[in-house]
Every structure is written in C-alpha cells, then in structure tokens.
C-alpha cells in the first residue's frame, strides 16, 4: 500500500502467513495455521519525521461482544497504557500473531492503521492508511482472511470507540497525507 505524507512517498508491504511453529514467532500455543501478520513501512522520511503507530483493533466472536463490535488490541506485554498504539517509534513494524489455546471455532478481523501524531496537537492522532485482516478457526483448522485496504471510512467507524477508551486523546477523521 502506497501513502504520501510530508512530501514523502512511503509504502507498507503486509506479510500474512500461516504459522506451524509457534515458538519460531514468539507466540503462545495454537492450532497450527494461525497467521502472524507482520507490516512493515518504507519511507524515507528521516528522524522525527520517520514516527509512526500503528492502531489495531479486533472483532472476534471470542471478545467480551461476541463479535458484535470491534475492540482495541494492544500489545498485552506493555499492560495497561494510555495511548492507542501497540506499536510506535520510527518506522515501526506491526506484528500479530494470535493465538488460542484451547482454540474454539470463531471468527477473528483485524483492522490495522498505521498513523501519526499531529505535531501541532500532541495528543491528536491521524491516519494515514488501514488494512484488515484475519482467520476463520473451525474444527481446530484455521482459514485465512487476505489481506484487504480498509477506506478512509473504516477508520471513521471507529472514532467512537476511540474516544470512548482513549478520553484524553482525539483522533482526526479520514485519512491524511
């Protein structure tokens, strides 16, 4: 996926592969097959001007909604944290990869965004892109959903949900370059 931003042009390239050793990625135990996802950004831009985050979400007929709605998916190794990003630094890579051990038929979707930090307003976010992506598990056998562009809409679907878990932070709408 292609993107433009302060002049700049910059791309992210998503690997989405079944995974059948778990301790190769890092992960706990699941049924073989599982994905990891891992995103990575070129882009140009030097220093202050490389930092990104990436924003995940997660729908699965597993969470607290039964997969009626989306939550936030941070990275549960850094614990409870006030920002939204589960990944930040300079050029960071987003790497996911889910596990369930038992592993109950469901339905799991990602949404993931990479984006900026307004520097005129420190606590405001901005998109720059969105992706989604995910895995059907039935009978302990897992089936991949591909990687699809997510429209600047997609994000807007979730600035409610944001400000809800986030309060102290404001998310701009759209997409921006």
Known sequence: MDFSLRGLDGQVDVDLTPVADRDAVGSWPAPP????????????????HGIFGWVQLVCSTDNN?????????????LGDVDHPFCFFGIRPTLFDAPSRDPAPD??????????????AQLDRVIAILG???????????????PVEALDAAAWDGHLDLFARTYPAWTFAPGFNS
Not at 65 to 77: F, I, Q, T, V
Not at 106 to 119: E, G, K, Q, R, T
Not at 131 to 145: C, D, K, N, P, Y
Request: with cysteine.
């Open 33 to 48: 097959g599982l994905p990891a996802c891992e995103a990575t950004i070129s882009y140009p831009g030097r220093g202050y």
């Open 65 to 77: 909604s039964g997969g009626r709605e989306y939550e936030m998916d941070p990275l549960g190794l």
């Open 106 to 119: 469901m339905d799991w979707l990602a949404h993931s965004f990479l984006a900026i930090i307004d520097w």
């Open 131 to 145: 992706f989604s992506w995910g895995f059907r598990l039935t009978g302990g056998r897992a089936e991949i959903t």
